[in-house]
């Protein structure tokens, strides 16, 4: 069965340093999803691809998170600098289109120091 | 006020008990809705999609009530597999299909 990958699995960063996860979705799917869970709270969306195109980045942090798709297939979500309260599970979701039902990946555990 | 509102729990029940979970919504527009299964520290998968004239999955039930904007889920004769959290997820009423997430409401079920 096909699964959506992400890495790395867990990360323990510094406040005010870079990073970045990865995700390649399953293979035919056009859209990709980045979504943060804090501990104790839902996923919420960070931002939505359409192929390489951004189609909703509305609660994306501009300031310091960035997201690109350039070749409509695998995926980066950066941060820099992180911050404390970026500490959350990144997880990256793949659908056929946009109506397809969405599937995880098993996440980016992020700690901010 | 949160779009997708649940109780957090936890419910914690004995083995062969029924267990009903409820979740609101705060957009009437919302098309399409879900609940999703969550073990510690893993991702969230597709338990069942809710339909307004309601759906059963085995030991599952899911009821949508669109005029109350009310979602349930009951589970008949608990196992201790089913310890989790459980997610109502509602898609939103644009067409980019975003979905929204409730907070989580967590079962343990005991021996």
């Known amino acids: 069965e096909a699964e959506v990958a992400q890495s790395p699995r867990y990360k323990i960063t510094e406040k005010s340093q870079a990073v970045a996860f990865w995700c390649d979705p399953i293979?035919?799917?056009?859209?990709l999803y980045w979504y943060r869970q804090i501990l104790g709270q839902g996923p919420e969306l960070l931002v939505q691809f359409q192929d390489e195109s951004v189609v909703d980045d509305s609660q994306l942090p501009k300031d310091r998170f960035s997201a690109e798709r350039l070749k409509g297939v695998d995926s980066t979500l950066k941060i820099q600098p992180a911050e404390l309260g970026d500490s959350a599970m990144y997880l990256c979701a793949s659908s056929r289109d946009r109506d397809g039902e969405q599937y995880f990946g098993p996440g980016t555990r992020l700690t901010v120091t | 006020r949160k779009e997708v509102e649940q109780d957090p729990g936890p419910f914690n029940v004995p083995e062969g008990a029924t267990v009903a979970f409820n979740c609101t919504y705060s957009?009437?527009?919302?098309?399409?809705f879900f609940w999703y299964r969550q073990d510690c520290r893993k991702e969230p998968k597709l338990l069942m999609s809710v339909y307004s004239s309601g759906n059963e999955d085995g030991r599952f039930t899911a009821q949508l009530n669109r005029a109350s904007q009310y979602i349930s889920l009951l589970i008949r004769d608990s196992k201790l597999s089913d310890s989790a959290t459980y997610l109502c997820v509602v898609k939103g009423s644009s067409n980019t299909g975003k979905l929204i997430f409730g907070q989580g409401t967590t079962l343990q079920v005991k021996p």
């Open positions: 293979s035919g799917h056009a859209t």
């Open positions: 957009n009437s527009a919302s098309q399409s």
